[in-house]
């Protein structure tokens, strides 16, 4: 190991001379770069290596490099370049290549390289670095993708480019993405050669040698791939990304007309389609004479939006669906929140979605999300009655729903319309019971604000009953808290002590009484015993914060100090694992007064 570390500083002792000699580095800093490189050197000779010492010694090396950078720029000396950076980038490279050739799996360190190689302009490199990668990882297309854009980008090579996207396609023959930035190449290609022939034609050079194809000029490599492409995914959504692609060139329009034409013959099942088409409405040329005012610029927009709608409705003439609905919507909804000064246009935006919104819910195919924005939209509008019918048929159309039953129990409870008891009581009847807690929360605000205390008050029993845990558990907490706040401590404790005993039981509920008893003139001390003793009971093993609070309560006013060492005996017998550990700390900083 010695021989061949030795071999290897031996080797770099050429370009250190050639820096110290043109007054790049000194002799002491030459000396440190020799100290320092045949430390990290023997690292990467021991039995068991590393690979952060890998990363170590090429960082170290790249920090040399750009410090040679600085000190030419300073110094105004550019020669001798061969001689002093390639040797080095040359043993970056052959450190890369040892630690990818040990850690394979790590496309990241592949990808370092891949970086340094373009940084330090070693672009012959970079071909082989990808090479060497795609062979250990061809299962990820994203390093084919980057591989081809660097052939394109970096070597000026469509050929190369081209060939790599031919063999990723090999592995994933159904990857959209590797077909997408392919079908990009292909373009971006031929938009260099069409600049390419302007330019000689500028300069009034022959075309002699350089090969300019009609049949390429126009983009037909494109269009093959575009062909081969949606003979496999044969999706809407596929074919429209790479329409937006083509749209970027301005040369393709040949090629955007014949991919419009596939897409309208073949992708009408797919409401996407539809939406798509009617969205490029929006761009129809306008009237130019009116887009000097305000009110010709709403009209033009009106008009379009108009347009759109029609491209709408012919979809759903033969695309009656949940999907087709919720893209009309949807547009409308979009078109609405965009801001105009024109009280016409924001009107008609308003009525548009009004009557497509209750279309699509007689159709019984306006997704529930959407009641929202309808009621809001009434509401807005003060049409009371409207949204108070709109809110009860929602809850029909939705019954199982708990988010629909809560917008609607809202709407009503807002405009205090409607028989709320008996459709609280379909609520609870219709929902999943282990999803309806937030109804038995709104029915009792709703029922506190405008029942009596007694039928509030069998709400909570019938809460008490619930066989979820969540909701029961829930009931007993708001139950004794309302009891404290209508009945005061009395009722408060009576209600305690009729549920201490019914599981399920939270800390809550027991700390909430606790809290009670304290706020009491003359709080006593035995009471606030026996809520933390039925506490720890439910809790003692895991609550270490208990057992603390029980512990300060006895060490304050009303308690007896000399209770403590028996209460931290006791936790420490029944608190297990992590809870004992956090419980000792808290306890050593307490006797210390830190706590």
Known sequence: MAEVVQQRIEDRIPELEQLERVGLFTKKEVKSIIKKATALEYKLHRLIVNKDDFIAYIQYEINVLELIKKRRAHIHYHFKREEIEFPIIHRISSIFRRATKKWKDDVQLWLSHVAFCKKWETKGQISKVFSSMLAIHPDKPALWIMAAKSELEDRNSSESARHLFLRALRFHPDNKKVYQEYFRMELLHCE???????????????????????????????????????????????????????????????????????????????????????????????????????????????????????????????????????????????????????????????????????RAHDSSLLKENFYKNWLEILLSSGDAEAAATLALSATQRYNQSVSVWSLCLQTLMQLGCGDMAKLFHDALT??????????????????????????????????????????????????????????????????????????????????????????????????????????????????????????????????????????????????????????????????????
């Not at 306008?286 to 012919?314: F, M, P």
């Not at 999803?435 to 605000?445: A, G, K, P, V």
């Not at 800390?507 to 039925?534: A, G, H, V």
Request: hydrophobic letters at 35%; proline letters at 2%.
């Open 192 to 358: 260099k050669l069409r600049k390419q022939k302007e330019e000689l034609e500028k300069a009034e050079m022959e075309l002699g040698e350089y090969e300019f194809s009609p049949e390429i000029l126009s983009g037909k490599l494109a269009d093959v791939v575009y062909k081969d492409a949606t003979a496999k995914i044969k999706e809407a959504e596929f074919v429209i990304s790479l329409l937006n692609i083509a749209a970027i060139f301005d040369f393709t329009k040949e090629l955007q007309d014949s991919i419009l034409q596939d897409l309208q013959a073949n992708y009408t099942e797919d409401s996407l389609t539809w939406d798509f088409m009617a969205k490029r409405e929006l761009e129809a040329p306008g009237v130019d004479e009116e887009l000097y005012t305000a009110k010709g610029r709403a009209s033009d927009i009106n008009r379009r939006e108009e347009r759109c709608c029609q491209v709408y409705e012919e979809g759903l003439k033969s695309l009656n669906s949940e999907p087709m609905w919720t893209r009309y919507v949807v547009f409308c909804l979009e078109r609405l929140k965009r801001k105009t000064n024109v009280q016409e246009l924001k009107e008609k935006r308003q009525e548009r979605l009004l009557e497509v919104l209750q």
């Open 430 to 595: 219709h929902v999943n019971p282990k999803e309806s807690l937030s109804l038995w929360q709104l029915q009792l605000q709703w029922s506190m604000a405008n029942q009596s205390a007694e039928e509030t008050e069998a709400i909570f029993k019938r809460g008490l009953l619930s066989t979820v845990t969540a909701i029961a558990m829930e009931m007993k907490e708001l139950y004794l808290e309302w009891s404290y706040s209508v009945g005061g401590y009395k009722k408060a404790r009576k209600t305690f002590t009729s549920l201490q005993e019914n599981r399920p039981l939270s800390k809550r509920f027991f700390t909430s009484m606790i809290q009670i008893e304290k706020e009491q003139e003359t709080p006593k001390i035995n009471n606030l015993r026996d809520y933390y003793e039925r506490a720890l009971q439910e809790f003692g093993s895991a609550d270490d914060d208990l057992w603390l609070q029980y512990i300060q309560e006895e060490m304050g006013a009303l308690g007896r100090p000399e209770n403590c060492a028996k209460i931290h005996w006791r936790a420490m017998k029944f608190l297990e694992g992590e809870s004992m550990e956090r419980f000792t700390s808290k306890y050593t900083l307490l006797q210390t007064g830190h706590l």
